[in-house]
């Protein structure tokens, strides 16, 4: 028996037939030997397969079919064994399979050597040479860097290794002068004798005497309920006023401020207190201010200033205006009561072009829309919620379609069921909850529709959105078939898709879906 791997091959999946470069298969291989592919350390990569038959130097048939990648220029194995081969040719190949583990058969050694095996001398030991000076020794270890160790619990007394944690914790309960603390009294098993403990709660302090717990005293104070119990602080500026500190009128602090620092409180009537003189807004007069003398050159006034020379309302009468030549139809003159001018207007046309009656509005909400140039006409209010849009196919230009609503609302829908014309109206819809199959049926495709899918529930099973009796979904641009649906296979949180109708003929719509995220497939014929 021995190797053979001279040259190299190729390989198909599926086929039986091993072809060489640089092969000699007739004079080497023999049937019944066995096939592998090897690594670049000669490591069967594969399984083994039995040679059926050899054709040439350059091909072999194999017993099985290849069962691997196809591939070329591939390193490969040939393991001969005995078959039909002569007494002498099978002895050179056993010498030559068993010179080929010599020199795993030479390395063991007792002596450390380089890329050697290591072996136990005659006392059952391996030489510490063959250790690496890393590794510490059992007997008399010298550690290095921060060796680590289990830290034993508190008070053990055995022979394992005392780590520092250990050692600290031993010194402060063997001190006997750790503080504890917690919401109620201590428990005897806690501390040891001379520890001290808080109850938060009450605020005693207990200390370890003997075993036991001994209440020592309580740090809370007085409640400060009663009179004269205000507190200030250590220090204070003399003749600083006091002020309260919150709001619970036993805490005093110091102000920073004198009474000198403030101004007396002003009343109504004494709002020139304080002011400054001079003869800007807000300032005040001295006693002495000239312009308080009746010396002082008066300003340019009206007859209302004088007290009895001024003409009043009364003196503004006809019988004076037409007395004084002051009434009539001329220039600079007060026209009569009864004066008009119909004359001039009694065969003048009048028109309203630029004017739109208030009659062409008959409903609250209406509006007023062109069909034309200057052609006005009454559009009638809309649907409630229903948007006002451009369309120029509309006689007026505009119209009341369906409502858009800025608000999305969502709709959770975990087991299957029918969709209404409002669930499928600018919404969101979610599985969230879902634990078994769904089937959302869609309503009768019509303009305006749209909504999206959005998942928040991951489960293994089906999320569909089916289309009614006569609609389809177009599935990113491909065509379904009528009342076939669109869905995921397993539903997956964050899996999303929208919906949209769109017009298909005078009076129909049928649906589009676009993937936004997650594996979405459409319903196929049978399935």
């Not at 550690?143 to 830290?151: K, L």
Request: hydrophobic share 35%.
């Amino acid at each position: 028996m021995s190797w053979y791997r001279t040259g190299t091959v190729a390989v198909t999946n599926g086929s039986k037939t091993v072809t060489g470069v640089g092969t000699l298969f007739t004079t080497a291989v023999n049937a019944g030997d066995a096939f592998a592919l090897v690594d670049a350390n000669l490591n069967p990569t594969g399984a083994w397969y039995e040679v059926e038959s050899v054709t040439n130097n350059t091909t072999l048939v194999l017993k099985q079919s290849y069962a691997g990648s196809t591939g070329s220029n591939k390193q490969y194995c040939v393991f001969n064994l005995v078959g039909n081969m002569t007494t002498p040719s099978f002895a050179q190949r056993l010498a030559t399979f068993f010179a080929s583990f010599q020199s795993l058969i030479d390395k063991p050694t007792t002596t450390p050597t380089a890329s050697s095996i290591p072996i136990a001398d005659s006392g059952g030991k391996i030489d510490d040479g063959w250790i690496p000076a890393t590794v510490a020794r059992t007997e008399s270890p010298t550690f290095t860097g921060t060796p680590a160790a289990p830290t034993a619990p508190s008070g053990t007394n055995t022979g394992q290794i005392a780590t520092t944690e250990f050692v600290k914790t031993s010194i402060a309960l063997s001190a006997g002068n750790t503080w504890y603390s917690g919401s109620s009294d201590p428990s005897d098993e806690s501390g040891v004798d001379g520890d001290f403990y808080l109850n938060t709660t009450s605020w005693d302090v207990f200390k370890k005497i003997s075993g036991e717990w001994s209440l020592q005293g309580n740090i809370k104070g007085a409640s400060g309920e009663g009179s004269g119990d205000v507190i200030g602080p250590e220090g204070a500026t003399a003749g600083n006023l006091a002020t309260f500190s919150g709001t619970s009128g036993k805490i005093i602090q110091d102000s920073g401020s004198k009474v000198a620092d403030f101004e007396p409180a002003i009343g109504a009537k004494g709002t020139a207190f304080n002011k400054n003189f001079g003869s800007s807004a807000g300032d005040v007069c001295e006693g002495n201010d000239s312009r308080l003398s009746d010396a002082r050159t008066p300003t340019t006034h009206g007859n209302d200033k004088h007290s009895a020379t001024y003409i009043t309302s009364s003196d503004v009468t006809y019988e004076n205006l037409s007395a004084n030549g002051d009434v009539g139809t001329g220039s600079s003159q007060v026209a009569q009561g009864d004066h008009n001018h119909d004359s001039d207007y009694a065969s003048a046309s009048h028109y309203h072009d630029d004017v739109v009656l208030k009659s062409v509005g008959t409903t609250k909400g209406d509006i007023i829309a062109f069909t034309a140039s200057a052609t006005p006409a009454r559009v009638g209010v809309g649907t409630d919620t229903y948007l006002l849009v451009a369309d120029s196919s509309a006689t007026p230009g505009v119209k009341w379609t369906n409502r858009i609503t800025s608000l999305i609302e969502e709709v959770v829908k975990k087991s299957t069921g029918n969709l209404s014309t409002a669930e499928v109206s600018g919404t969101i819809i979610n599985n969230y909850g879902q634990s078994n199959n769904v089937v959302l049926t869609l309503p009768t495709a019509a303009e305006g529709m749209s909504f999206m899918v959005v998942l928040g529930t991951t489960v293994a099973k089906y999320f569909r959105i089916k289309a009614n009796t006569n609609d389809k979904i177009y599935l990113d641009g491909t065509a379904g078939t009528d009342n076939y649906y669109v869905g995921i296979a397993s539903a997956a949180i964050g899996a999303m898709i929208s919906f949209a109708t769109f017009q298909t003929g005078a009076s129909s719509y049928d649906w589009v879906a676009t993937t936004i995220s997650g594996t979405w497939e459409a319903q196929t014929p049978g399935g």
